[in-house]
């Protein structure tokens, strides 16, 4: 089921009248089937849109569709969502299979119906041995699994997450984000997935859209989008180390960088440019221009160097049997790797 938002807008007022814009005109397609990340710094207005798609919170403008169903005004419970937030909210008091099974109390499913979707459910996440437990018998990441099973118990069209795995250690987060991957994929149901967690949305979502004071940066494939930031904001916001960003300058096709030193070529007519290269777009090559490095540390398969570029403190990350450890290196950026920015706007030139 396609989830289609047109103009989303939610704007707070406070006591003393001050407005608050969290999400500002949001215009969005969610593909059946596929997996959304919601992805911006904290207070960007990920959980209001989640809220809004889910009914909890009251749109002050625009339209919510689920597939050519208008569900703008819809009570939550008619919506057919299911919502995991980021504390489990499970009934500590119930056993597992109870909490699975209390979304389909008052609708028309007889008890013996109800116990084979609550398996059928704790199958697909993987908890089928721990349905007699109580929820705090069950690791963080078991209890989120088990929250998901009744988010799906009544076969939603939608699944709603948010902040799902902010709760769990970094192993847990890491196992239970394949696991919500893999969920979402057998069943095939239409998701939006809320983080502030770049690395997060980048491996589970097939498409992320950013969000900065509630305002849409860019929608793309995740790679798509670490590739081609369509702004500055977006390209400091992917990638870990970060992007490397400066104010350079274009002269006759060549982007140059404090005095003279030439890092690349460019169509762009000249000017002054914000510049931004990743740290791994960097490579080891006679040719380049020379450096001299701060720091050389090692980290897994790759070398990490802090070094100094017409005045600006940068970082690459090159492949370790490239490195030696002498203080001096030469360095090219890779072709085509080189991101150019509008100075004022942001906006990507080339
Ligand atoms: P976080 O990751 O910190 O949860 P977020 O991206 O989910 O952040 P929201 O919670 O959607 O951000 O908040 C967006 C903006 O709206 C923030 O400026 C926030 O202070 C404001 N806001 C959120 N809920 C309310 C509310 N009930 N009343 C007033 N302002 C609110």
Do not use: W
């Given at each position: 089921m396609e989830i289609r938002l047109e103009g989303l807008t939610k704007v707070f007022t406070d006591k003393t009248g001050k407005e608050t814009r969290a999400v500002d005109e949001l215009t969005i397609t969610v593909p059946s089937g596929k997996l959304v990340g919601l992805l911006g710094p904290s207070g960007c207005g990920k959980s209001t849109t989640l809220f809004m798609i889910a009914g909890l919170h009251k749109p002050s403008g625009g339209k919510i569709f689920f597939g050519e169903d208008d569900v703008t005004k819809l009570a939550p419970e008619k919506r057919g969502i299911g919502l995991v937030f980021q504390n489990y909210a499970l009934y500590p008091h119930m056993t597992v299979r109870q909490n699975i099974m209390f979304p389909l109390e008052n609708l028309n499913v007889s008890h013996k119906q109800a116990l084979v979707l609550v398996e059928e459910?704790?199958?697909?996440?993987?908890?089928?041995?721990?349905?007699?437990?109580?929820?705090?018998?069950?690791?963080?990441?078991?209890?989120?699994?088990?929250?998901?099973?009744?988010?799906?118990?009544?076969?939603?069209?939608?699944?709603?997450?948010?902040?799902?795995?902010?709760?769990?250690?970094?192993?847990?987060?890491?196992?239970?984000?394949?696991?919500?991957?893999?969920?979402?994929?057998?069943?095939?149901?239409?998701?939006?997935?809320?983080?502030?967690?770049?690395?997060?949305?980048?491996?589970?979502?097939?498409?992320?859209?950013?969000?900065?004071?509630?305002?849409?940066?860019?929608?793309?494939?995740?790679?798509?989008?670490?590739?081609?930031?369509?702004?500055?904001?977006?390209?400091?916001?992917?990638?870990?180390?970060?992007?490397?960003?400066?104010?350079?300058?274009?002269?006759?096709?060549?982007?140059?960088?404090?005095?003279?030193?030439?890092?690349?070529?460019?169509?762009?007519?000249?000017?002054?440019?914000?510049?931004?290269?990743?740290?791994?777009?960097?490579k080891v090559d006679p040719r380049g221009f020379e450096v001299s490095t701060d720091t050389i540390e090692r980290i897994g398969r790759d070398t990490m160097i802090r070094f100094n570029l017409g005045g600006v403190a940068m970082r690459a990350l090159l492949e370790s049997d490239t490195v030696t450890t002498t203080e001096t290196i030469n360095l090219m950026v890779k072709p085509g790797k080189i991101h150019l920015f509008d100075l004022e706007s942001g906006s990507v030139v080339l």
């Amino acid at each position: 089921m396609e989830i289609r938002l047109e103009g989303l807008t939610k704007v707070f007022t406070d006591k003393t009248g001050k407005e608050t814009r969290a999400v500002d005109e949001l215009t969005i397609t969610v593909p059946s089937g596929k997996l959304v990340g919601l992805l911006g710094p904290s207070g960007c207005g990920k959980s209001t849109t989640l809220f809004m798609i889910a009914g909890l919170h009251k749109p002050s403008g625009g339209k919510i569709f689920f597939g050519e169903d208008d569900v703008t005004k819809l009570a939550p419970e008619k919506r057919g969502i299911g919502l995991v937030f980021q504390n489990y909210a499970l009934y500590p008091h119930m056993t597992v299979r109870q909490n699975i099974m209390f979304p389909l109390e008052n609708l028309n499913v007889s008890h013996k119906q109800a116990l084979v979707l609550v398996e059928e459910m704790a199958d697909l996440v993987g908890i089928k041995d721990q349905l007699d437990k109580k929820p705090s018998q069950l690791s963080g990441g078991q209890q989120q699994r088990v929250a998901i099973a009744r988010a799906l118990v009544k076969k939603p069209r939608v699944l709603l997450l948010d902040e799902p795995l902010s709760n769990l250690d970094a192993r847990l987060r890491l196992q239970t984000r394949e696991e919500i991957k893999r969920i979402q994929r057998e069943t095939g149901i239409t998701t939006v997935f809320v983080t502030h967690d770049q690395e997060e949305a980048m491996s589970i979502s097939d498409q992320m859209v950013v969000l900065n004071y509630g305002v849409m940066q860019q929608m793309a494939a995740p790679q798509d989008m670490y590739n081609h930031p369509d702004n500055l904001f977006v390209a400091k916001f992917l990638g870990n180390p970060p992007i490397n960003t400066f104010e350079g300058r274009v002269e006759k096709g060549n982007i140059i960088i404090g005095e003279d030193i030439v890092v690349g070529q460019t169509q762009a007519k000249d000017g002054i440019y914000a510049v931004g290269i990743r740290p791994e777009d960097f490579k080891v090559d006679p040719r380049g221009f020379e450096v001299s490095t701060d720091t050389i540390e090692r980290i897994g398969r790759d070398t990490m160097i802090r070094f100094n570029l017409g005045g600006v403190a940068m970082r690459a990350l090159l492949e370790s049997d490239t490195v030696t450890t002498t203080e001096t290196i030469n360095l090219m950026v890779k072709p085509g790797k080189i991101h150019l920015f509008d100075l004022e706007s942001g906006s990507v030139v080339l």
